[in-house]
Each structure stands twice: as structure tokens, then as C-alpha cells.
């Protein structure tokens, strides 16, 4: 029986509404734009019955959805008790689904080259590793989310990949794997952002032992076939150095920026150099020089240059002269102790200690981001895949 309107019972317009209110964890809309409601029924009493419509069997967060349902169906006035059925999409209603979220058509491609993108993408590149390009990553990343703003990240260090475990989806060595609904594939969320990794894919701590050709496919694959819908901003976590998946991100992402990650001193920009000149070779843009563990405050107050001083700035400039385009120093992060406690705990010092001196400046370094113009397509490749 549907639901009726009744002077005391509750109006299915009413219930409908509320269950606007519920949204999917993984693929983050309301589920009554996901067509995952089924029938709704009310008794004499005011007991409503809820059909919810899971992609997959296995959804890891029917749990979630089930007592978000339940909730938000309890608030509703005249309901006095409310009945989740969690039952599993047909064939027919997924395939509804997977075309109402990339398109009709169930475009293939990579979303982010579409021409009406308004997506900013962000490849951080460092010369060498260990210099904190990952940390910077997702705690840029976190903090753009925190302003609101629909974030991804590609952790695209696959040798090296780290960016699961900086954000809490490592759980005693076990990463998170995402939900696939047939082909597609739905990243998990951490701090409101949308994250996918090599990490995820593969057993335990084994080695990634690719080479160019697969490591462009998996990439490629990453940005078809996974779900991120519209972003704001998408941070693809290069491997340091001036590798094969820097000259692929490229192709495959003509618009990405790069942000140049290192450290104060000068022998690290002439690696960082390489990292970020890359953009001549690609037609990128070198969004930005971003210098970490810059200085130690010292328990007196007194400030220790560990590192050296000014490799950021000599970076910004040496890079300003190779690609022949402002190269602007974006900012200075201080060695912090919260910054590697909280990549410890997988939760970004941004979010776990914002007052600290690091947080400070990846949260200028993100607000700096986040206010620069849209719409600076990437150059023309003057490149080949090989
Ligand atoms: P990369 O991605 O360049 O290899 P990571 O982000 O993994 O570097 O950082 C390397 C190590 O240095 C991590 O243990 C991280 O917690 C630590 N680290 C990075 N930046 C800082 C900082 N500003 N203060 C303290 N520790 C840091």
C-alpha cells in the first residue's frame, strides 16, 4: 500500500523529502537522485517500510545507509517507527545508475578532459622523495574539503604509495578497498575527500614492479573507470623524480598543474628543478613552488634552519626563467612534530591539530589555491606516448 495522506499519519511528501536529506556514503548524492529508493509504505499506525536499492551485494556501508534512512524517516512527523528493507539493484536499474552518474551513454574517457571541466587539477612533483610531497598532498587536499570544496586525490606514487595511510584508510596494514559496481569503481572517502591508490589494489605490501606501459594503463584506468563526479579539485601524487607517470599524467591530463615540492635547501632545487621543468617538455603549467621543513622552532622560541634557507625561493625563480612564466613561492611549511604524528595516525595535521605552526601554512598554501582563477587549459603536448 503507498503512502497515504491521512490528517495524523505521515505524508509521503514529507517522507520523501527527508530521505532527499540521506546520502550515499561512496558516491556522495542524496539517494533519491540515485534511484535507490524502492517502495515506501505506511500502516494504520504510522509505521513507515523503507525499500532501499544497494548497488552491490556487498556494500561495505549498508549499515551507514541503513540507519541513515531509518533516522532520517523518524524525524518526519506522525511516523512512529520505521522498517529498512536493504535489498540489491538489477542488472537493469545499475545500468540506469552508471549512466545517470557519467552521462547518458555511460561515456568512457576521462571526465576531467571533458571541455566544460571546470575541474583544477594538481600534480605535486618533487625531485627527490622524502621531502614531504605526500604530506603536503593530502593535507592540501583535506584542507580544500574543510572549505567546502568537492576533492580528490590520485596517489600516483605507485612505488611508493602512502597516501591511503596519511589519511586513516590503512587499518593495521589492511588499506580499504573501494566498491566496484560492474566496471566502475567508487573510491573511498576520507576527510571528504575522494581517494584512489595502487594501495588498494594490491595484497599486502607488495611491490609494485611496472613499468611506462602498465603503470599509463593503470593511471589511465584510475581516471576513467573510478567514480569521483564533479570535483572542485583532483591532487594526483607523483613519484618524485621526473619519471614515466609524470610524462603520463601529462598526456593523460593535459590541464594538470604542477606543484613543486621541496626542501630549504639548494642542492634539493637543483633536483626539484628537473621535477618542475618537465612542464617545458608537456606544455603544463608550474602552478607553484611549495618549501617544506623549512625551520625548526626551538623549545626557547628561537628558530633552526635545519635544512639550510631560501631553496623554495631559488626554486621559484630558477623555474620562473625555465618556463617563462611567474613561478610563485606559495609558501613554507615548518618541521612540525603534529605533521608527522598525524601521518602517522592517518589524520592530516590539518584536521588534527589546525592551531599547529604547520597546519597554519598548508592552510594559507590551500586558501592560495583555492582563490586562483579557473580556466587555464594546458598547452598543446609536444609530446608522443611512447
Ligand atoms: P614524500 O612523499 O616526499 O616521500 P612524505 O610526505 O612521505 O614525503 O614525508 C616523509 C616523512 O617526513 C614522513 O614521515 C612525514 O611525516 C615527515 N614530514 C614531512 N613533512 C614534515 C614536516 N614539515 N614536519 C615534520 N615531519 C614531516
Known sequence: MPARATTTGPREADLRAALAGVIDPELRRPITE???????????GGRVRAVVRLTIAGC??????SSDTARALGEVAGVTGVDVELIVMSTEERQALKERLKGSGGSRGIPFNAPDSLTRIYAVASG???????????NLA?????????????????????????????????TQSPTRVDEMILPPVAYGVKVISIGMFVTGNQPVAWRGPMLHR???????????????????????????????????????????????????????????????????KVAGVIENMSFLTLPDGSIMDLFGSGGGRLLAER?????????PLLGQIPLDIALREGGDNGAPVVQCAPASAAADALQEIADQLASRPRGLSGLKLGITPG
Open 34 to 44: 540515485l534511484g535507490m529508493v524502492g517502495d515506501l509504505t505506511v500502516d494504520d
Open 60 to 65: 561495505p556501508m549498508r549499515d551507514t545507509l
Open 128 to 138: 627527490k622523495g622524502g621531502v614531504g610531497k605526500s604530506s603536503v598532498t593530502v
Open 142 to 174: 583535506c584542507a580544500m574539503a574543510a572549505k567546502g570544496l568537492r576533492v580528490g586525490i590520485v596517489d600516483a606514487d605507485v612505488y611508493g604509495f602512502s597516501v591511503p595511510g596519511l589519511m586513516g584508510l590503512t587499518q593495521q596494514g589492511i
Open 218 to 284: 593503470a593511471l589511465e584506468q584510475f581516471l576513467t573507470d573510478v567514480y569521483f563526479g564533479d570535483l572542485d579539485v583532483l591532487f594526483l601524487d607523483l613519484p618524485p623524480g621526473t619519471g614515466d607517470v609524470a610524462i603520463s599524467v601529462a598526456q593523460l591530463l593535459p590541464k594538470a598543474e604542477i606543484l613543486v615540492v621541496t626542501t630549504p635547501q639548494a642542492a634539493a632545487a637543483d633536483v626539484a628543478e628537473r621535477a618542475g621543468a618537465i612542464a617545458l617538455q608537456t606544455g603544463q
Open 319 to 327: 623555474l620562473t626563467r625555465t618556463v617563462n612564466a611567474p613561478v
